[in-house]
């Protein structure tokens, strides 16, 4: 009897510890970044100079490591500029501001790619001269819809803003001939729809790259955060990079929670929450804590305010947390602290 009532007591906590709740994912304990043979190392950290295709980055960037990790070529891989074109011309939009990532990855499934090299030339001879294309496209976007009297309006507009954006002492053309050289191309323009201008610079290119063997995206939209933490723990330890959205006015406050309690990922103020699409390239324990590392498309040299930030030197070698910015040839990432992540982190598409 004695014996019975032991094993059942012995018993008892292992059937209560199982009907409970599932036990966490640990921290992966991965960095996407650190071997010298990654490939995320040969896929730049983009800027996005006010564009509004901050889908079209995640959604290439996954695109592009897909590729790599299986033998792929860069320069035959997925440009930003083309996946948003993509996204905009299949769904019929009027402008390429503003998208999905899961459903940018299926367009290119569907149709096809134009290899980056080839994009490239086609951007460099639509381009204005001297001019990164996303800052062109955020002219063209700021620009649409508006009738010619108003576009030296715009060009004043947003000149003052791209020179705002320099360094002191750049080589930069002067603005007043930039403001020349920015209406001149406006004018120019057969309408100012960013979508068909994109269609009409990439028209020459026809898709010939399949990209069918692509596997199709996972997109998740609802799961506590528990839930959501396991999705992504299991992902870095794949050796795969997530894309996440999330709110991006965590980077200007490490105290900013977005996001509404409970499971439906709902955002606290939509309007003011600083909708932003972004990769997950990392989850590591630093400092005692499991903290998730998040690789922008706000430039090389992006950094969120008060996180520590991963980086590349100039020597090429990797440090995860930089301890010279001004000997750091990329800032690849910046590490967030899995709570304040998860409580801005409203959906993850992976491939």
Known sequence: MKTSLLLILLHFPLISFASGDPVEEPCAEVDLNSSADSPLRKIPVEDQDGAGICYAYAASTLANHWQLKRGGDVKKGFHPLYVAGTYSRVEDRKDTSGGDVSTALNRLRDTGNCPSNRVDEMVRNWSIHGLP?????????????SSVPQVSAHASSWISGYLGRLEPGSNETTSCELNQKVSR?????????????????????????AVSQMPEPSRVRKGTDSEFHGILAKTMKNGDPAAVSLCSNLFYDPTYIGLKPGPTREALNSDECGRHAVVMTGMKTLKGECKYLIRNSWGSDWRAKGQDCACLRADSRYEEICSDFSEAKEVVGCWFSKKSMLGNLYKITTL
């Open 185 to 209: 191309f406006l004018k120019s323009l057969p309408n100012l729809n960013s979508n068909q201008i994109l269609q009409n610079v990439f028209s020459k290119c026809e898709p010939f790259e």
């Open 133 to 145: 294309y996303a800052d062109v496209l955020s002219l063209i976007e700021s620009s649409s819809g």
